[in-house]
Structure formats: structure tokens, C-alpha cells
């Protein structure tokens, strides 16, 4: 689960696009530290801007900054909300290192509560007045990305991806990124195709709209903002002398998932100069899910020009994932991204924008792995993350990082064997792509070993009929067959039950299938994406209504399908041959042996089903997999069953269609 998470922060695309780099020979990296000139404290995210240009940068947490100043003389100007703004007049020759001290400007007291319910609302609108007359302008721009990710556990930095690429935005087709170098912790070991994406990772809060996890939020600048959320001016600042208002932000409807925080309006140009936005309490995800905070935090600036365009983001996430007796340490992601050198209105290459692809690698730049090295490309890296750079090495795995806790853990934990055999496969990836193709035969001729202790692990649970279901699971896989199989004996029907899946690849990277799927045991009537039979089961041990209903079943499921890997999307059909049986309730025991009655497990029609299975599904979704994130997928398919089908007891049809947007 950990591991998946990380991949979740991962996009897996590639192609091969060379692009050219140069850099100007007047460039000039000017850096230093920001600091507050009355307490002396670094200022975090403080924007350095070279006038007359689209170039910019932010500070890190520790108030440091690098940027390149591509052609001299030049100006650059360092300012921050609260702060008298500074210049600083670069000539040629001049010094690289500038420290900066910033003189906070006072907040105005006047009394502002009688009249802010009013002016909020109007401030705002006057924004999205402003917002859709200059966003008619733009058809898209091009930018250079920088984007960093930080994963944490409940002790410290366990990983660092980065990436920098060319991006370009067009109105009507959306992102397409040139990566130019990327850079991570040893432990990471991604391969091309999961590199990170530097500009289409970066959340725009001037949008519209907005998603978030699967989420799909309406902006605050959104034309129809100021019916869904309640504005309130709070205060007022100063950046030099220009008015800053302060507004609060509240969803009205505390039911519905939206922004709550404060946006920051510059008087002038009635524009968003500064956003510290989170999902509201609405934001919810299903169990295992416990918790999920989110966080923004980004900074507008016109640059001198008529748009209004993010210099960059700072994201902070903590996703808690647990339920009774299984849970996992705390895992915490950030992200600091920086937009620079935009270029708005630029032609958009007709090349990048035919391929569906919204990453593509440039991928002798990236080879070089050079450009992230280069002083002023960069945020600079916090004192913390200098230090995990270091620290962390290849044997320090996510695996290990997020391990499973509770009394369940074992049930669930990869042993080493395991994480051995996915790495060599990743290995074996990296390899292909990179045209290693003697390392690859090599592997390829690597035996299959049938050792009966490798890959095997106990298989678990607890409900009203079979009492306590005790297993075992064997996988065996090579690189064109996976089988897998499950012995069980269930105390409360005492009933043995099996399960065996063979499953044979083919054709290019194995995309197309095909499944035998055998069953003798008890299933669940009705699929959940919510609950798995090991939330259930400590539901019932502890004293709750079990939630599913059960039925005993032989049968034999036959599918053949393919993986359409650029529209990620599975296209599979198949033909279904079961024998039904009712079964009753066995046991209401629960660890606190309290009086606690089961309801009646129902009985069902007995007999032979045949049927034939029709089904698209993407993000390679299961039919019972938790929706633990809220990711995007849809998962359409058709199930239909006659008496004149392979003597079939039963007549129906059945849609099973799930949208998550």
C-alpha cells in the first residue's frame, strides 16, 4: 500500500523527443538569504523577480534563493506581502551573493467589521470580472517547471523525486511537458517512465476549477464563486505602497467538498496575489482511509504584463491509513514547485500535442542528468533535504519506510523475497527502455525456481458463516505466466475451499490475457469498493453487524482481454460457469463474548448460472478494490444469462457501471 501511494505522486508515461538546451553566455546566478529585518528570521516563498522579464523565483524554507539573470544589465526586484520590496541593480561583473534584510510594512487598523461582510463579495467579484477579461487573451504560453516531492514517515524524509521540464499549456488541449533532467534519493530508483511531472503536477488556484485527489473543487475565482462561498475582507496590508485586502474564505454549504482559507487581492488590479487554501471538512474518503489533511499555498504576479500567472506552489499532505489492528506510519508528502520564463501566447509544438502522451523525455538530457546541478535552475534544497540527500541510500526502501503495524501486519507484509522480485522486474524495465538489450535477454533466461516456501502468505478473516477462514496463498509468476492458488479450511460451515488463478500474457509488454479463474468456497452477494473482507472482519470479532451476505459456489470463469496502454483502459470478455448454494449463520462469537446476535444470513435461488461477461475498465481497476485515494476511473460491464445459454437455470441482465471523476 505505501509503495503504491508513492507511484500514486508518479506518472508513468514516456516517449523520446530531443530538444535542444543552451543557455545565454551574459547569464549571471545571483543568490543569497532573505531575512526579516527586525527579528532576523528567514522568509519562506518570498518572490525575486527580474524586471521586465516572465523570470522568477521563490525562496525555500530557510529563506535561501538562486536565480539566473540571462542578460545584464538588469533589475531584480525581491518582494513579499507585509514587506517594503527591494531592488537590486545588476551590472556586469557585478557580485553573485546578495543577502537581503526586509522591512515589514504595518498592518492598517482601521475599523473594517461593520462593513466586510460587503466588500468581501465585492472585492471578489470584481476579480472574476478582471480574471475572465484577461484570460480571453491567453490561448496558452510556454514555461520552464521545476517541481520538487518530499515523502516523509513519522520520523524524517524518506525520499526525494525532481524534475525539470519545458511545459506547454494551450487552452483548448491542455499540458504537454518536455523533461529536461530529473534528480531523486537513491532509494527511488524511477526508471523514465515514472518520471515526475514538473508543470502539470502544479495546482492553479486562479482555475475554475480544481482537482484535488479525484476531487473536483471549485475555484475561488470561479464565475459562479460568490454564490458558493461566503468572502469576508479581514484585513489589510501593504506590498510597498499598494493596498493588499485580506479575505476569508468559507464554503456555505458545509456539506459539499470545497476550498476554505484566505485569498490575498491586490487593490490596484483586483487580483489574487496570494492563496492558502485547504479542502474543507466535506473532503471525505472511505475507510481505510482515517484522515487526510491538504494544504496550498501559492503566489500570483503579473510580471509587469497584463496575465496573471502562478510563480509557484507549496503543498503539504498527511494521509493516515488504518483500520482496527492493521495501520500504517503517517505519510507525508510535500511539494515546492517553481514557474518561470513563461512565454505567453508562444506556438505550441504541433509535434508534442499528436501524442497523447502528456510527458515526453528528452532523453540524453536526461541521461546527462546534469541541468538540476546547475545553480539558479533550482529552489534551493532546505537544510533537511541536503541532509536526507545524503543519508538515504538504495537499502532504505519505502517498503521498509511505511512497513505495516498492529497485530494484522504480518498477515499483509512483504517478505524480503518479494521485494527482491519486484525490484529485479523494475530492474528489468529500466534495462528495456534504456536499450540494455543483453541485460534483458539475460534476464529472460533466468530459471523460474518453484521454491514451496517462496511467495506464500496466510490468508485471514472472520464473518458470520465461515467463522474463522484459515488459509494459505502460493504465487508463482514468470514472465509470460502468473499462477496463483488458495487452501483454506473454514471452522463454522468445516468446509475446506479452494481457489486457483492461472493467468498467460502476450504480445507487446504482455497486454494481452488470458484468465482461468476456479472457485470452490463461500462468496460475498454483492461486491463493496468500500470494504474488504479484512475491515469487516474485525467489525464482526469486535461486536458489529457483519456486512456482507454469503452463498456457496463451484465455479469457472474464463476471460480473454488486452490492455490498451495509451488510453490506460482494459477491454475484456468472458464466460461465467457456477453452481449456487444457500448458506446459514454458524457462529455469533465475538472477543468480548457478549451477547451480540448476527442477523439471518439470506438464502438464494439454487442452481447453474452460465453467462458471458463483457467489460471496459480503466486504471486497471478491480471489481473489489478499495477506491482508497479517489482516483479517476470508470468501470463499465455487462453480465447476461438465459436458459438457452450452456443450460443456464437463471435469466438476466446486469450493468455494473462506477464513475469516479
Known amino acids: 500500500m505505501p509503495h503504491r501511494f508513492s507511484r500514486f505522486c508518479v506518472l508513468t508515461v514516456l516517449c523520446l523527443l530531443p530538444v535542444s538546451i543552451s543557455f545565454a553566455q551574459t547569464e549571471t546566478i545571483v543568490y543569497g538569504v532573505v531575512t526579516d529585518a527586525e527579528t532576523g528570521k528567514p522568509l519562506a516563498f518570498v518572490t525575486i523577480h527580474v524586471e521586465g522579464t516572465y523570470q522568477a523565483s521563490i525562496t525555500n524554507v530557510n529563506g535561501r534563493y538562486e536565480i539566473r539573470v540571462e542578460h545584464v544589465p538588469?533589475?531584480?526586484?525581491?518582494?513579499?506581502?507585509?514587506?517594503?520590496?527591494?531592488?537590486?541593480?545588476?551590472?556586469?561583473?557585478?557580485?553573485?551573493?546578495?543577502?537581503?534584510?526586509?522591512?515589514?510594512?504595518?498592518?492598517?487598523?482601521?475599523?473594517?467589521?461593520?462593513?466586510?461582510?460587503?466588500?468581501?463579495?465585492?472585492?471578489?467579484?470584481?476579480?472574476?470580472?478582471?480574471?475572465?477579461?484577461?484570460?480571453?487573451?491567453?490561448?496558452?504560453?510556454?514555461?520552464?517547471?521545476?517541481?520538487?516531492?518530499?515523502?516523509?514517515?513519522?520520523?524524517?524524509?524518506?525520499?526525494?523525486?525532481?524534475?525539470?521540464?519545458?511545459?506547454?499549456?494551450?487552452?483548448?488541449?491542455?499540458?504537454?511537458?518536455?523533461?529536461?533532467?530529473?534528480?531523486?534519493?537513491?532509494?527511488?530508483?524511477?526508471?523514465?517512465?515514472?518520471?515526475?511531472?514538473?508543470?502539470?503536477a502544479v495546482t492553479n488556484l486562479y482555475d475554475d476549477n480544481i482537482d484535488v485527489g479525484g476531487h473536483n473543487l471549485m475555484g475561488v475565482t470561479h464565475p459562479d464563486a460568490v454564490a458558493h462561498y461566503r468572502f469576508r475582507l479581514v484585513g489589510r496590508r501593504y506590498l510597498d505602497d499598494q493596498l493588499i485586502y485580506d479575505i476569508s474564505v468559507i464554503p456555505k454549504n458545509k456539506l459539499v467538498s470545497a476550498f476554505e482559507g484566505q485569498v490575498s487581492v491586490l487593490d490596484s488590479a483586483y487580483a489574487m496575489v496570494e492563496a492558502s487554501l485547504k479542502p474543507n471538512q466535506a473532503f471525505l474518503f472511505p475507510p481505510p482511509i482515517r484522515g487526510l489533511s491538504v494544504n496550498f499555498k501559492q503566489q500570483f504576479s503579473d510580471f509587469g504584463k497584463a496575465f496573471w500567472l502562478p510563480v509557484g506552489l507549496q503543498f503539504e499532505a498527511e494521509l493516515?491509513?488504518?483500520?482496527?489492528?492493521?495501520?500504517?506510519?503517517?505519510?507525508?508528502?510535500?511539494?515546492?514547485?517553481?514557474?518561470?520564463?513563461?512565454?505567453?501566447?508562444?506556438?505550441?509544438?504541433?509535434?508534442?500535442?499528436?501524442?497523447?502522451?502528456?510527458?515526453?523525455?528528452?532523453?540524453?538530457?536526461?541521461?546527462?542528468?546534469s541541468l538540476l546541478n546547475r545553480r539558479g535552475v533550482v529552489v534551493p534544497l532546505s537544510e533537511v533535504e541536503q541532509t536526507a540527500y545524503v543519508r538515504i541510500d538504495s537499502t532504505m526502501t519505502l517498503e521498509q519506510a511505511f512497513e505495516p503495524r498492529g497485530f494484522l501486519a504480518?498477515?499483509?507484509?512483504?517478505?524480503?523475497?518479494?521485494?527482491?522480485?519486484?525490484?529485479?522486474?523494475?530492474?528489468?524495465?529500466?534495462?528495456?527502455?534504456?536499450?540494455?538489450?543483453?541485460?534483458?535477454?539475460?534476464?529472460?533466461?533466468?530459471?523460474?525456481?518453484?521454491?514451496?516456501?517462496?511467495?506464500?502468505?496466510?490468508?485471514?478473516?472472520?464473518?458470520?458463516?465461515?467463522?474463522?477462514?484459515?488459509?494459505?496463498?502460493?504465487?508463482?509468476?514468470?514472465?509470460?505466466?502468473?499462477?496463483?492458488?488458495?487452501?483454506?479450511?473454514?471452522?463454522?460451515?468445516?468446509?475446506?475451499?479452494?481457489?486457483?488463478?492461472?493467468?498467460?500474457?502476450?504480445?507487446?509488454?504482455?497486454?494481452?490475457?488470458?484468465?482461468?479463474?476456479?472457485?470452490?468456497?463461500?462468496?460475498?452477494?454483492?461486491?463493496?469498493?468500500?470494504?474488504?473482507r479484512w475491515h469487516t472482519s474485525t467489525l464482526s470479532l469486535f461486536g458489529k453487524e457483519d456486512y456482507f451476505d454469503f452463498f456457496w459456489n463451484k465455479r469457472l470463469n474464463t476471460k480473454v482481454g488486452y490492455w490498451f496502454r495509451t488510453l490506460d483502459t482494459t477491454v475484456s470478455a468472458g464466460v461465467n460457469v457456477e453452481r449456487h448454494r444457500s448458506l446459514a449463520e454458524t457462529t455469533h462469537y465475538t472477543l468480548f463474548g457478549n451477547d451480540f446476535v448476527q442477523r439471518v444470513n439470506p438464502a438464494i435461488d439454487p442452481g447453474r448460472l452460465r453467462s458471458v461477461v463483457f467489460r471496459v475498465r480503466t486504471n486497471k481497476t478491480e471489481e473489489e478494490e478499495p477506491v482508497f485515494v479517489g482516483r479517476k476511473q470508470v468501470d463499465v460491464m455487462v453480465e447476461h444469462s438465459r436458459p438457452g445459454l450452456f443450460s443456464s437455470d437463471f435469466s438476466f441482465t446486469r450493468y455494473h457501471f462506477l464513475f469516479n471523476p
Not at 345 to 367: C, F, I, M
Not at 426 to 449: T, W
Not at 508 to 524: A, H, M, N, P, V
Open 74 to 200: 538588469a533589475v531584480l526586484r525581491i518582494s513579499h506581502i507585509g514587506y517594503a520590496s527591494q531592488k537590486i541593480q545588476m551590472d556586469e561583473g557585478a557580485p553573485g551573493e546578495y543577502n537581503i534584510r526586509l522591512e515589514p510594512v504595518t498592518y492598517e487598523l482601521e475599523e473594517i467589521v461593520v462593513t466586510a461582510e460587503d466588500l468581501g463579495p465585492n472585492i471578489m467579484r470584481k476579480v472574476i470580472e478582471k480574471k475572465q477579461a484577461w484570460q480571453k487573451a491567453m490561448q496558452g504560453f510556454r514555461v520552464e517547471a521545476y517541481t520538487r516531492l518530499t515523502l516523509e514517515n513519522d520520523t524524517g524524509i524518506v525520499a526525494i523525486m525532481e524534475s525539470l521540464s519545458d511545459a506547454f499549456w494551450d487552452r483548448e488541449k491542455g499540458w504537454r511537458e518536455v523533461l529536461k533532467s530529473k534528480r531523486e534519493t537513491s532509494n527511488m530508483d524511477l526508471d523514465f517512465g515514472e518520471a515526475v511531472p514538473a508543470a502539470a
Open 410 to 532: 504480518r498477515f499483509v507484509k512483504e517478505d524480503e523475497e518479494e521485494r527482491e522480485e519486484r525490484r529485479r522486474r523494475r530492474r528489468e524495465r529500466r534495462n528495456r527502455r534504456e536499450g540494455q538489450q543483453g541485460q534483458q535477454d539475460q534476464n529472460a533466461k533466468e530459471p523460474v525456481h518453484l521454491n514451496p516456501l517462496k511467495n506464500l502468505k496466510p490468508q485471514v478473516w472472520y464473518n458470520r458463516v465461515d467463522g474463522a477462514h484459515l488459509g494459505v496463498r502460493k504465487t508463482l509468476q514468470a514472465n509470460w505466466l502468473e499462477l496463483s492458488g488458495v487452501g483454506a479450511y473454514n471452522t463454522g460451515i468445516k468446509r475446506w475451499s479452494i481457489n486457483g488463478v492461472a493467468k498467460f500474457s502476450w504480445g507487446e509488454r504482455q497486454r494481452g490475457f488470458l484468465e482461468l479463474d476456479y472457485l470452490r468456497g463461500s462468496e460475498k452477494r454483492y461486491p463493496s469498493h468500500l470494504f474488504s
Open 320 to 369: 493516515d491509513i488504518g483500520i482496527l489492528g492493521l495501520y500504517f506510519p503517517m505519510i507525508k508528502m510535500s511539494q515546492l514547485s517553481r514557474l518561470s520564463g513563461y512565454e505567453v501566447n508562444a506556438v505550441r509544438p504541433d509535434s508534442l500535442y499528436a501524442k497523447r502522451r502528456v510527458l515526453t523525455v528528452d532523453s540524453v538530457a536526461v541521461r546527462q542528468d
